[in-house]
């Protein structure tokens, strides 16, 4: 019988990698990712109470509660990035407030 090991690409952050964006409802707010860091960027939303809607994108990016991507309360998602074009990370709630984290690196 053989056995088969099984690859895993553990996560490595960059130094210095993680921001943070303070979502509220009143508008989308940015920040500005690590450049060349890598192509995976971790989101962890703290807020207990509320789910934040994130986008990735241009330095002009803007997230909307009807086509960001939304991350639930306490969740941390992966998500593949293009380190060229992908440089800011925008976040917004649909009330209330929520932290939200974005770390860069490579890896899941």
């Given at each position: ?98 932290t939200v ?5 490579e890896g899941?």
């Open positions: 019988r053989e056995r088969r090991l099984m690859s895993i690409n553990l996560f490595t952050p960059a130094w210095n990698g993680t921001v943070s964006v303070a979502a509220t409802s009143s508008g989308s707010l940015r920040a500005t990712l690590t450049t060349g860091a890598g192509n995976v960027v971790r989101i962890k939303n703290v807020s207990a109470t509320n789910i934040a809607f994130v986008a990735l994108g241009t330095a002009a990016i803007t997230a909307t509660t009807t086509g960001g991507l939304p991350i639930g309360l306490g969740e941390t998602v992966g998500v593949t990035r293009n380190p060229n074009t992908d440089v800011a990370i925008a976040a917004i709630t649909a009330a209330d407030v929520a984290y974005a770390t860069v690196g899941e």
